[in-house]
């Protein structure tokens, strides 16, 4: 699969280390397991001049506190909390001056963020998209993509989860509904 690097985006979601690092509150061995390939997939598309975009999961302590139904801290406890160490993008994985960093919160990185419209100003149609957990934040935010028209695809082996069920069930549903799944070696940038 060639892409255009002028056009094309790697967004890496929420490789944080509350989810990546061992001493993480929500820390899932498979978040951590690709945390290698993901950084190969950065280097290369550092390397080729693609964009490379990164999304930090990141919750204000009271942002639940009135909450009617929406309640993360609820279903998964206090986590990636505002100013944390939790919430840095793993040191494995450096984000540099010229990469994006979109702050979200909650799991689709599109929601009321700036995603949508830097993607847009750049003239950027394609999306690589890898990072964790499959079936939470990569999903939602790879759902969103292929509803706003950008053409998702899913970076199987760069994909991190808590259960393996989990990362097979989010990319079947993502390649049956609204994007592609592709390994990372099949990814190359023109």
């Keep these: 699969m060639q ?5 094309t985006a790697v967004i890496v979601v929420d490789m944080q280390n509350g989810f990546c690092h061992p001493d993480g509150s929500l820390y899932a061995p498979g978040s ?36 009617h139904y929406y309640d993360e801290f609820e279903q998964w406890g206090e986590h990636v909390l505002e100013g944390s160490w939790e919430a840095e993008v793993v040191d494995e994985l ?7 960093v979109v702050e ?3 799991y ?9 419209g830097w993607l847009n100003a750049r003239g950027i149609d394609d999306l690589v998209i890898c990072g964790t957990l499959a079936n939470v934040c990569v999903l939602h935010t790879g759902g969103s ?14 994909i991190g989860a808590i259960e393996d069920d989990h990362r097979e069930y989010a990319l079947e549903h993502a390649a049956w509904l609204f994007g592609e799944v592709e390994p990372s ?4 940038f023109a």
Aim: glycine share 2%; charged share 35%; hydrophobic share 40%.
């Design 3 to 7: 892409l255009e690097p002028d056009s």
């Design 32 to 67: 951590e397991a690709v945390i290698e390939p993901i950084a190969d997939l950065v280097a290369r598309a550092r390397d080729a001049g693609a964009w490379l975009l990164f999304t930090r999961d990141v919750h204000p302590p009271d942002q639940f506190d009135d909450a």
């Design 185 to 188: 070696d099949a990814i190359e």
């Design 104 to 106: 979200k919160h909650t």
């Design 108 to 116: 689709d990185a599109f929601h009321n963020t700036e995603l949508e």
């Design 94 to 100: 450096p984000v540099e001056a010229a990469d994006n």
């Design 145 to 158: 993509a292929g509803l706003r028209d950008f053409r998702p695809i899913m970076v199987e082996d760069c």
